[in-house]
Nanobody, 110 residues
């Protein structure tokens, strides 16, 4: 299972740090988000070795990192904008298939 935490309400320009904890042999792949009325989109991905990739709109503002010893992945979000408001999910994979967490809500007030 995947469990996200760290969401909340923040003013534009503020920061939040999201955490994703994985159980068992699930390898966390990255973070996605879904805003109301929109499709889920990828935000940031990270490989087991730490190679990262970011959606263009968050480059320079978000940083994804992982702690392999704890099997956790983090998303440090800074300079938040109203358009970052969404339900943020982490996605993982194991030999059994793909996994999603329940999501953590990020709301940025302008």
């Amino acid at each position: 299972q995947l469990v996200e935490s760290g969401g909340g309400l923040v003013q534009a320009g503020g920061s939040l740090r999201l955490s994703c904890a994985a159980s068992g042999s699930i390898n966390i792949l990255g973070w996605y988000r879904q805003a109301p009325g929109k499709q889920r989109e990828w935000v940031a991905l990270i490989s087991s070795s730490g190679t990262t990739g970011y959606k263009d709109s968050v480059k320079g503002r978000f940083v994804i990192s992982r702690d392999n010893a704890k099997n956790m992945v983090y998303l440090q979000m800074t300079s938040l904008k109203a358009e970052d408001t969404a339900l943020y999910y982490c996605k993982g994979q194991s030999g059994s298939g793909l996994y999603w967490g329940q999501g953590t809500q990020v709301t940025v007030s302008s």
